[in-house]
């Protein structure tokens, strides 16, 4: 909730950035700060997951959706 609540303030932070017309490479910056935080906040998200929810499904024998969503997570990560 913490990482969140942080880039929370960062996109309320973007938008003053625009509403002031600030400088289109500092708006940039701090996007790529925002994606980068979001990322860290996906890459918790799945570590907790792999390390319950897939262990969990595995010992209730339900390996074919422990892969299939392992793989559906690293295919959103392509893009």
Known sequence: MRRLKIIEGQVRGLQEMI???TYCIDVI??????KQALSGVEDVLMKN???TCVVHQIQKDQ???AI???????R???K
């Open 76 to 78: 959103l990560k392509r």
């Open 68 to 74: 299939h969503e392992i793989l559906k997570v690293y």
């Open 19 to 21: 509403e002031k017309d």
């Open 49 to 51: 997951h792999l390390s």
């Open 63 to 65: 390996e074919k959706k």
């Open 29 to 34: 910056t701090q996007t790529s700060a925002v």
